[in-house]
């Protein structure tokens, strides 16, 4: 990449920010910062910047205490004449979180930053500032864009393991030094209560960091916060935070596994049964402990586009909150689909008016895998394929429709990403495979888990004609962490060329797979 030497001005900074993160650890893990001054706010959770674009982002923290957040930001690290953003009075009825947002930064440059908490009564008493860094987009072509993408953090009972050094995944994608990075859902496991041990083959134990709020389902709002704040208690995540933004969208474990609205759960672990009623919760947790652009406006939504200067756009879809109830998903006909109609059209139209040279679609769950829901004993479908290989029916009538306005208003440059199913692969769909065949060619990447059980491949539906040219899954269910098929993946765009690079990573950094693409082609 033209814009910086690999793997990056950032790696200069990695030792002071991974000193701040580990000097503000939360006291849950007893090591409160040792210079922080007595009865003072302070950030023990770290920070983290999201939605970041060419001149703007959004920066979070969460206090101990009521403060009032205050932002400064400056060129350098030295914080030689700063620049001030005073942010919002931090309460309870955030579960002390909040976000402010950055306007009018300079494109393509690194922004220092350090959140200062001060006494809401006496501003003059403020805690430790708290530091971090982000990149934002370049508005120059030549620049080029890297990013990285994975999903499904403490899933299937595997947690922060002390032993393992915790979510190591993240210094390696640290590693690469990623303008932002892309979580494709499932950020937390609200259905996944933790135990302090787990049973390994071979005699060996896993060993879990334990919460209150981690030790049943959540049902309640404090419970979803604290399902949110447990993965904070790992270093590596937020040394990560300190340096690299965020893109986040939502799938089913921020509330309930394969849920969709309206549904009655069946499942006795609970004592709210109305899945509405805990999505409104876990949405409201969702909506504390991330920076996310569009969830600040009323009616706040999480579907958006992420402009990424010339080369990239990224849309952010959300296939939980509008989607119909899970069937069989043979119906032959469908207006609500997976996408509900009103974010289909948004969609289509973002996609018509983007100049960007790739669009990204970020997509929480697969398009050509079978995902079944079985929850309730019956075969439903819990995505978008549904096993038969004809003509698109039930939720693949959306998708054929979207991809016909891809074709029909050669629309360039679209690339698939997405996580859900536990392990990576490659899917390269082709009209000349396909029943349906009103589409141009297309790739669609998964990578994933961060930190949870990993699983056997999904089968393929040849609706779309996909050609599985990757895959690396384990043959049982639920390998845990501790035995590998952790993933994440990497997207390189190289602002010369144009050339997109997709690499499939182990949890080490190793590269798996790789395919280059091509820009200004209709579909991909």
């Known amino acids: 990449m033209s814009h910086r030497p690999f793997p990056g001005r950032r790696s200069v900074l990695r030792g002071s920010l991974a000193a701040s993160a580990a000097l ?95 006494d809401p009564d006496d501003p003059r008493r403020t805690g430790e500032p708290v530091t971090g860094s982000f990149r934002t987009a370049s508005a120059k072509r030549r620049d080029g864009v890297r990013f990285v993408w994975s999903g499904d953090l403490a899933g299937q009972g595997w947690g922060i393991n002390p032993d393992l050094g915790g979510y190591r995944i993240y210094e390696a994608m640290g590693a690469l030094d990623p303008d932002f990075f892309l979580c494709s859902g499932d950020n937390i496991y609200a259905d996944g209560p933790l135990t302090e041990t787990v049973a390994l083959p071979g005699g060996r134990t896993w060993r879990n960091i334990t919460t209150q709020e981690k030790a049943k389902v959540a049902e309640t709002l404090a419970e979803f916060r604290g399902n949110f704040r447990y993965n904070l208690l790992d270093e590596n995540l937020r040394a990560f935070n300190a ?11 921020e509330v309930t596994n394969n849920w969709y609205p309206g ?34 406006r009323p009616g706040g939504r999480v579907h958006r586009v992420q402009h990424h200067g010339p080369l ?35 969609l289509k139209r973002e996609l018509s008016r983007s100049l960007a040279v790739w669009k990204v679609i970020a997509s929480d769950m697969p398009i050509g895998l079978v995902v079944p829901d079985t929850g309730d004993g019956k075969p439903n479908i819990e995505a978008v394929a549904q096993g038969d290989p004809g003509q698109p029916l039930g939720r693949e009538l959306q998708i054929a429709e979207l991809l016909r306005f891809v074709k029909h208003r050669r629309i360039t440059g679209t ?11 490659a899917q ?41 040219v990757f895959l690396k899954a384990p043959t049982t269910a639920n390998v845990s962490p501790a035995d590998g098929y952790q993933f994440f993946g990497e997207v390189d765009i ?10 499939l990573r182990e949890q080490d950094g190793s590269v798996l797979f790789t395919q280059v693409l091509q820009p200004g082609r209709v579909g991909q």
């Not at 400064?72 to 402010?100: C, I, K, V, Y």
């Open 24 to 118: 503000s650890l939360p006291t849950a893990l007893g090591a409160a910062p040792a210079f922080a001054r007595s009865g003072r706010p302070k950030a023990g959770w770290g920070v983290q910047a999201g939605d970041v674009t060419c001149d703007s982002g959004l920066v979070w923290v969460r206090s101990d205490r009521p403060a009032r957040m205050i932002v400064e930001t400056s060129a350098t690290e030295s914080f030689r004449n700063p620049r001030r953003w005073h942010g919002p009075l931090l309460g309870p009825g955030t579960d002390f979180t909040g976000t402010t947002p950055l306007r009018g930064l300079p494109s393509g440059e690194q922004i220092h930053y350090r959140v200062l908490l001060a």
């Open 243 to 253: 340096r690299v933004p965020s893109i986040i969208q939502w799938d089913d474990h």
């Open 263 to 296: 549904e009655i759960l069946g499942d006795t672990r609970y004592t709210e049964k109305n899945v509405d009623v805990l999505a409104s919760r876990a949405r409201q947790a969702f909506s504390e402990y991330f920076p996310i652009s569009t969830l600040r």
């Open 312 to 346: 990239l756009d990224v849309f952010v879809l959300d296939m939980r909150t509008y989607r119909n109830a899970n069937s069989t998903d043979d119906q032959p006909t469908d207006p609500q689909g997976i996408l509900g109609r009103e974010q289909l059209e948004w």
């Open 415 to 425: 690339v698939w990403l997405t996580a859900d199913v536990h392990y990576t692969s």
């Open 428 to 468: 390269h769909y082709q009209p000349s495979k396909a029943a349906f065949t009103d589409f141009e060619p297309f790739w669609e990447f998964v990578s994933g888990p961060l930190n949870a059980g990993a699983f056997p491949a999904n089968t393929l539906d040849g609706t779309f004609g996909p050609d599985r």
């Open 494 to 503: 190289d602002g010369a060329s144009g050339e997109l690079t997709v690499r």
